[in-house]
């Protein structure tokens, strides 16, 4: 059934989706949103731990809507859930842990400065840090992010204060500050996008201790849901159409987007046509969707003259260390995360790899999550194992790493040849397998990470070592990526598709490097900067 054809059909509804749509909106465009999952609201979430942290809620139901994964193109990939991509308006950030990075100056011209590496297909953004800066004011701003400017002495430079203070250091903050500065190190007030005053009309934190991987009930946290969604609705020029599943995009006899072929609520076939498409499906769907949208025009799936659609997929790499103390540290406490450490995040060479990341003091989910974090030494089950948690719960933290991922060609999302999802569409299969150089990195951060907790206090610690996140991580970037090549990259620096003139994709897909910190506010940064050329560009887009 065909729709009214709009200006602009959005695809996809997260961190860069959300702010497509209020920008788009706001500027006056008739805007078609389509979200395959539902449409909440703060008053559907409950802090549920065997729901949200243990079950992952808002996660699609890998029965309907399974990936595959292997680390060798060899093996056959396995079925299952295997990322991390919320289903819902708001996206990832429903749940996210809310830290709010810009990245470095470095992050943006890798290449440049690293020259090339074995097995890494590292390149430099089409855009700097400077470029980017404005939109990184403008989405602190409007996502509303809460640090302290001048903290982070390995900070880029910056205009303006963040719109709110700090957060309060929790326990493992405090274990953070306290390690950190011991070993010479330069801990700082991690920014969140958690409110810690009133803002744009809505309430501080509450330090509940319901943070990442749960759903804010008091919408301080700041999800898309929450702060631009809101205003793009009372445009008045702004349709979102929730559980629309998109299965094709079909493109006319001049090689331009025609129209998104979706499964509406009732599972019955639809069809929106648009004259321009702004697909922010995250790296992993908005490549499947490019890869399955196949056409005469577009033998490899659409806008993949490149052949690399699906190719450089990066997560980040990740490294937890565990520590006990002998005093309550009560980590289960208050947001995910409200300081951290970036004295590991350039290259030093002296350490053995390029790139670094980010240790953050963080919390954890709970009662329930916390069975599985044990020493080595310690039983998962019997007497002891209860005796530990009754013991140990409010004595223990985490240090995380958040670490650069290289890039790699031979990291794929591409079409799974035998599994299918419940609409019949071949699921993405995710080929993934570690640089060496991010073993190096975890591992020598991780280490570090267990260090600080030895200074602080800590009476045992353990972990610190790459974890094969392949099945948690929800960072997903990569399989679109940027570049002023159309022969090396699938968009250009606007976000736009180099084969399809109407077709942009602001999202993680568009990331040429991975960086050293949470993807999200870089997402959003992105999203504006596009949202504006857009914008400024309309009547040479054919849109008006």
Same mark, same amino acid.
């Given at each position: 059934?065909?729709?009214?054809?709009?200006?602009?059909?959005?695809?996809?509804?997260?961190?860069?989706?959300?702010?497509?749509?209020?920008?788009?909106?706001?500027?006056?465009?008739?805007?078609?949103?389509?979200? #395959?999952?539902?449409?909440?609201?703060?008053?559907?979430?409950?802090?549920?731990?065997?729901?949200?942290?243990?079950?992952?809620?808002?996660?699609?139901?890998?029965?309907?809507?399974?990936?595959?994964?292997?680390?060798?193109?060899?093996?056959?990939?396995?079925?299952?859930?295997?990322?991390? =991509?919320?289903?819902?308006?708001?996206?990832?950030?429903?749940?996210?842990?809310?830290?709010?990075?810009?990245?470095?100056?470095?992050?943006?011209?890798?290449?440049?400065?690293?020259?090339?590496? +074995?097995?890494?297909?590292?390149?430099?953004?089409?855009?700097?840090?400077?470029?980017?800066?404005?939109?990184?004011?403008?989405?602190?701003?409007?996502?509303?992010?809460?640090?302290?400017?001048?903290?982070?002495?390995?900070?880029?430079? =910056?205009?303006?204060?963040?719109?709110?203070?700090?957060?309060?250091?929790?326990?493992?903050?405090?274990?953070?500050?306290?390690?950190?500065?011991?070993?010479?190190?330069?801990?700082?007030?991690?920014?969140?996008?958690?409110?810690?005053?009133?803002?744009?009309?809505?309430?501080?934190?509450?330090?509940?201790?319901?943070?990442?991987?749960? #759903?804010?009930?008091?919408?301080?946290?700041?999800?898309?849901?929450?702060?631009?969604?809101?205003?793009?609705?009372?445009?008045?020029?702004?349709?979102?159409?929730?559980?629309?599943?998109?299965?094709?995009?079909?493109?006319?006899?001049?090689?331009?987007?025609?129209?998104?072929?979706?499964?509406?609520?009732?599972?019955?076939?639809?069809?929106?046509?648009?004259?321009?498409?702004?697909?922010?499906?995250?790296?992993?769907?908005? #490549?499947?969707?490019?890869?399955?949208?196949?056409?005469?025009?577009?033998?490899?799936?659409?806008?993949?003259?490149?052949?690399?659609?699906?190719?450089?997929?990066?997560?980040?790499?990740?490294?937890? #260390?565990?520590?006990?103390?002998?005093?309550?540290?009560?980590?289960?406490?208050?947001?995910?995360?409200?300081?951290?450490?970036?004295?590991?995040?350039?290259?030093?060479?002296?350490?053995?790899?390029?790139?670094?990341?980010?240790?953050?003091?963080?919390?954890? =989910?709970?009662?329930?999550?916390?069975?599985?974090?044990?020493?080595?030494?310690?039983?998962?089950?019997?007497? =002891?194992?209860?005796?530990?948690?009754?013991?140990?719960?409010?004595?223990?933290?985490?240090?995380?790493?958040?670490?650069?991922?290289?890039?790699?060609?031979?990291?794929?999302?591409?079409?799974?040849?035998?599994?299918?999802?419940?609409?019949?569409?071949?699921?993405?299969?995710?080929?993934?397998?570690?640089?060496?150089?991010?073993?190096?990195?975890?591992?020598?951060?991780?280490?570090?990470?267990?260090?600080?907790?030895?200074?602080?206090? +800590?009476?045992?610690?353990?972990?610190?070592?790459?974890?094969?996140?392949?099945?948690?991580?929800?960072?997903?970037?990569?399989?679109?990526?940027?570049?002023?090549?159309?022969?090396?990259?699938?968009?250009?620096?606007?976000?736009?598709?180099?084969?399809?003139?109407?077709?942009?994709?602001?999202?993680?897909?568009?990331?040429?490097?991975?960086?050293?910190?949470?993807?999200?506010?870089?997402?959003?940064?992105?999203?504006?900067?596009?949202?504006?050329?857009?914008?400024?560009?309309?009547?040479?887009?054919?849109?008006?």
């Amino acid at each position: 059934m065909a729709r009214k054809k709009v200006d602009i059909c959005i695809i996809g509804i997260g961190a860069a989706g959300g702010v497509m749509c209020k920008e788009l909106s706001e500027a006056g465009f008739e805007v078609v949103a389509l979200e #395959a999952g539902p449409f909440r609201t703060p008053a559907d979430f409950e802090n549920d731990e065997l729901g949200q942290a243990i079950r992952f809620y808002f996660l699609p139901d890998p029965q309907y809507y399974p990936n595959t994964l292997r680390t060798d193109p060899k093996e056959k990939a396995e079925p299952g859930f295997h990322v991390a =991509r919320n289903m819902g308006v708001g996206g990832s950030t429903l749940t996210y842990c809310a830290l709010s990075w810009r990245f470095h100056e470095s992050d943006f011209k890798v290449k440049s400065m690293e020259g090339t590496m +074995a097995g890494a297909s590292l390149e430099d953004w089409p855009f700097s840090y400077a470029e980017l800066e404005p939109f990184y004011e403008k989405a602190e701003y409007e996502i509303g992010v809460s640090g302290l400017a001048g903290a982070n002495p390995f900070d880029p430079p =910056r205009r303006k204060p963040y719109p709110m203070p700090p957060l309060l250091p929790i326990g493992a903050g405090q274990m953070c500050i306290k390690g950190a500065k011991k070993l010479g190190l330069h801990p700082f007030p991690t920014p969140m996008a958690i409110n810690t005053i009133w803002y744009d009309g809505r309430p501080p934190c509450a330090y509940c201790g319901f943070c990442g991987w749960y #759903a804010c009930m008091r919408a301080a946290r700041g999800s898309t849901l929450n702060n631009v969604v809101p205003k793009a609705l009372a445009t008045g020029k702004c349709e979102i159409r929730a559980d629309c599943m998109v299965r094709e995009l079909t493109v006319d006899a001049n090689g331009r987007v025609k129209s998104a072929i979706y499964f509406d609520s009732q599972g019955k076939e639809q069809e929106q046509e648009a004259r321009l498409f702004v697909l922010c499906g995250g790296a992993i769907e908005s #490549a499947r969707l490019l890869l399955v949208s196949k056409s005469g025009r577009f033998p490899q799936g659409l806008a993949n003259s490149s052949g690399l659609v699906g190719k450089n997929m990066m997560y980040h790499i990740q490294a937890q #260390a565990e520590g006990i103390f002998p005093w309550p540290v009560n980590a289960f406490k208050g947001p995910f995360s409200t300081v951290c450490v970036h004295d590991f995040y350039e290259t030093d060479t002296k350490r053995g790899f390029i790139r670094g990341g980010t240790i953050e003091g963080s919390t954890y =989910r709970g009662p329930i999550s916390f069975q599985w974090r044990r020493p080595p030494d310690e039983p998962m089950w019997g007497q =002891r194992h209860k005796d530990f948690s009754r013991e140990y719960f409010a004595h223990w933290m985490a240090l995380l790493l958040h670490g650069e991922d290289l890039p790699q060609e031979s990291s794929v999302i591409d079409l799974d040849p035998d599994v299918k999802d419940k609409y019949g569409l071949p699921v993405a299969r995710i080929t993934h397998k570690y640089h060496e150089n991010d073993y190096k990195a975890a591992n020598y951060i991780g280490a570090k990470a267990r260090q600080i907790m030895e200074a602080a206090g +800590a009476i045992k610690t353990w972990g610190g070592e790459l974890e094969e996140l392949h099945g948690q991580s929800a960072h997903h970037m990569g399989t679109c990526r940027m570049g002023n090549d159309p022969k090396k990259s699938v968009l250009d620096k606007w976000c736009r598709a180099h084969d399809v003139p109407n077709l942009f994709v602001p999202d993680a897909s568009c990331f040429v490097t991975s960086g050293g910190a949470n993807p999200a506010l870089t997402v959003q940064a992105i999203a504006f900067r596009t949202g504006d050329h857009i914008i400024r560009s309309a009547k040479r887009l054919d849109l008006k």
